[in-house]
């Protein structure tokens, strides 16, 4: 069984940063990719930000947002400066990943994790 489980939500004023985790465990073989989602209230989850074999961001983050990944840890982290009052979201962890050498990838999803930002 596999697990993502996300870490570093919370509020913040327009302006400020914040740094979400997201630790994969359980029976691993391999991890193709791993990134961020959003879903704001009303709306349909969309991509942030995803690390594979290269590294995709929304327009909408650029120059604000960095996703970065510990391969040891099967861990990836987003870095949020500069944030704005639209990017509140429940912010969804996603990887790729096969847990056998024969199987074929899918996706794995985390809990979710608020990020609001106050203007």
């Known amino acids: 069984q596999v697990q993502l489980v996300e870490s570093g939500g919370g509020l913040v004023q327009a302006g400020g940063s914040l740094r979400l985790s997201c630790a994969a465990s359980?029976?691993?073989?391999?991890?193709?990719?791993m990134g961020w989602y959003r879903q704001a209230p009303g709306k349909q989850r969309e991509l942030v930000a995803v690390?594979?074999?290269?590294?995709n961001y929304a327009d909408s983050v650029k120059g604000r947002f960095t996703i970065s990944r510990d391969n040891a840890k099967n861990t990836v982290y987003l870095q949020m400066n500069r944030l704005k009052p639209e990017d509140t979201a429940v912010y969804y962890c996603?990887?790729?990943?096969?847990?056998?050498?024969?199987?074929?990838?899918?996706?794995?999803w985390g809990q979710g994790t608020q990020v609001t930002v106050s203007s």
């Open positions: 996603n990887a790729l990943l096969r847990v056998t050498s024969w199987g074929s990838s899918r996706d794995y």
């Open positions: 359980g029976s691993i073989f391999s991890i193709n990719a």
């Open positions: 690390s594979g074999g290269s590294t």
